[in-house]
């Protein structure tokens, strides 16, 4: 069963920064595409940020020019550069592979966005 592992949520301020990662137990890690969802309260999940195998990444419009996806092969770990962080960013965030099928969902990183 794979597991991901994800942490670096909390608590911020309007305009502040965060830095999220997600561990995945799996060795080939490096051949799947990765992305990071986000689910607020009473809302369904939501993707937010995608990085290919080879790097590429692509973002929701309400992210676009805040957040940045990136990559680790070597430490299995995709990560998600939050900044100028807003109240409506507030949300369970969650990474899982591309396509989000048969790996299951890590527990997720709650991040809170208030003053």
């Known amino acids: 069963q794979v597991q991901l592992v994800e942490s670096g949520g909390g608590l911020v301020q309007p305009g502040g920064s965060l830095r999220l990662s997600c561990v995945i137990s799996?060795?080939?890690?490096?051949?799947?595409?990765m992305q990071w969802y986000r689910q607020a309260p009473g809302k369904q999940r939501e993707l937010v940020a995608t990085i290919t195998s080879s790097g590429n990444t692509n973002y929701a419009d309400s992210v676009k020019g805040r957040f940045t996806i990136s990559r680790d092969n070597a430490k299995h770990t995709v990560y998600l550069q939050m900044n100028s962080l807003k109240p409506e960013d507030t949300a369970v965030y969650y990474c899982n592979k591309h396509p989000p099928v048969g790996w299951g969902w890590g527990q997720g990183t709650q991040v809170t966005v208030s003053s």
């Open positions: 799996r060795s080939d890690f490096s051949i799947y595409a």
